[in-house]
């Protein structure tokens, strides 16, 4: 039997957190307590000073993404290595075909990106961008193969967007096979409509995309989604929320009485429409949907995630250069590919502006970066959670070294970093990966293909 003992660590769990001992074996979770014995030939670990922390879950991850006439930078080889020295052991990727694609052909070839070259663990949200004839049998195949959860998008029409009907005949399918199934929700016909009189009246550079995509424009997708939801029963779960406008929505629908996951995304919590505003173009950097919005919503988010309204904070890592693809949109913000990279700084900012700046306490930010995600998509006690009989994924933190990010230090295989400059203050130190080392020292020791696929089954945790 193979023994990891970490000594004098304050372990944290999504209920509490006290200073004593973990003992791993044979890659789970086997006890927590306080001067625990060391088992013959184990390996010991002193975490004095650190943080002992759940492997942190990002439950919104894009690496294989063409889009927006482009393909997403990263891999699942550079990707699984930014995500584990970040601290997080599980990424679930959205499967995002185009409309004609096949979806179990879509399925596979996601897959296949993965399997054999994560150094991290993965799953996947099964996207349904067309419903007709023989999509039930196909979706029912692939939630088989332990993809337990579907995603659809209210906006980008004629790429992966869903009409009414096949949001209905989608979501009536998962009701049936007690899937959730997660949603951009950004009214489309307001976007389309905003974007021609935009385009019309000269505003041609990013600020526009703001302009296109006001926070009515998400609260009404946000209404429109969970409408649906109500009429068929479905769990829902609504991908990277950003103002209040929506969470108000959202809200609304849970006191109707809808199942609802709430996602926000780091880049929300700290950063504002005025870096869309930058000029020489610095401004594409910052576009994504829906977009970065006025500043006086981030308390809003820290608060809702405070109190538990909000569940998760993501990434929606969606890498693209900044020197070559967002410069497709020079001239027209309507090209400018949609979205940030953050994957890898999502646990250590998360920890220095919550934690840290007194806006969530250690289990809350434990519960919003790794245990609600795992609830909610079925990995949850295996993940998200110091349990006997969990996997060891286990992160040491250390609580007041600050770290620079910066583009030229990051292992995501993209041009910039959004928070370029900025100070995070929690430094991942070590990090195991079914009690494996996969990070020491802050260096990268794991291996791509170690990382596993996870089969999840319906239903949340
Ligand atoms: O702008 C974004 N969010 N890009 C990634 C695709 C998506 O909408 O999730
Ligand atoms: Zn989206
Ligand atoms: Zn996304």
Not at 103 to 116: F, S, T
Not at 136 to 141: H, Y
Request: negative net charge; contains cysteine; glycine residues 12%.
């Amino acid at each position: 039997m193979k023994h990891l003992l970490i000594r004098n660590g304050r372990i944290v769990n999504p209920d509490g957190c006290f200073d004593g001992d973990l003992l791993c074996t044979d890659g789970r979770v086997a006890a927590l307590g306080r001067e625990l014995p060391s088992p013959a030939g184990a390996e010991v670990i002193d975490a004095g000073g650190l943080l002992v922390l759940p492997g942190f879950v990002d439950p919104h991850v894009h690496i294989h993404l063409p889009f927006m006439g482009t393909l997403a930078k990263d891999t699942w080889e550079s990707a699984g290595r930014a995500a584990l020295l970040g601290g997080t052991t599980t990424l679930i990727e959205m499967i995002c075909p185009a409309r004609g694609d096949d979806p179990w052909e879509a399925y596979q070839l996601w897959r296949g990106k993965a399997e054999g070259v994560a150094a991290c663990d993965f799953s996947f949200h099964m996207g349904v961008s067309r419903h007709d004839a023989g999509t039930d049998q196909a979706l029912r195949r692939i939630v088989s193969e332990g993809v337990a959860s579907f995603k659809v998008f209210l906006a980008y029409k004629g790429a992966f967007g869903v009409d009414d009907a096949e949001l209905y005949r989608t979501l009536t399918l998962a009701r049936e096979l007690g899937v959730v199934v997660a949603a951009h929700c950004e009214n489309e016909t307001l976007v389309a409509e905003r974007c021609r009189e935009l385009l019309a009246r000269g505003v041609t550079g990013p600020e526009g995309h703001h302009e296109s995509r006001p926070p009515q424009v998400e609260a009404e997708g946000v209404h429109h989604f969970t409408s649906f939801l109500e009429l068929t029963g479905a769990t829902g779960y609504i991908v990277h929320l950003s103002c209040r406008e929506a969470l108000e929505e959202a809200l609304a629908a849970r006191r109707r009485g809808v199942r609802l996951g709430i996602e926000t995304l780091i880049q929300y919590l700290l950063l504002d429409k005025t870096h869309a505003e930058l000029p020489n173009f610095e401004g594409a950097k910052y576009v994504m949907s829906p977009p970065l919005r006025d500043r006086a919503n981030q308390e809003v988010l820290w608060r809702a995630l405070r109190n538990g309204e909000i569940d998760t904070v993501a990434t929606d890592h969606a890498p693209f250069d900044f020197a070559t693809q967002k410069r497709m949109g020079l001239g027209d913000f309507t090209r400018i590919p949609n979205g940030i990279p953050s994957l890898q700084d999502r646990v250590a900012l998360l920890h220095g502006e919550g934690v840290v700046a007194g806006r969530l306490d250690l289990p809350a930010f434990v519960r919003c970066a790794s245990t609600n995600a795992a609830r909610w998509f079925g990995l949850f006690p295996r993940k998200g959670v110091l349990l006997p009989g969990a996997d060891a994924d286990v992160v040491l933190m250390d609580p007041r070294r600050g770290e620079t990010i910066s583009a030229a230090r990051h292992a995501m295989a993209v041009d910039y970093n959004p928070f370029e400059g900025r100070t995070a203050v929690g430094s991942v130190r070590s990090v195991f990966l079914r009690g494996q080392p996969v990070v020491q020292e802050g260096k990268f020791v794991g291996r791509p293909g170690s990382g596993k696929f996870l089969a999840r089954a319906p239903g949340i945790g």
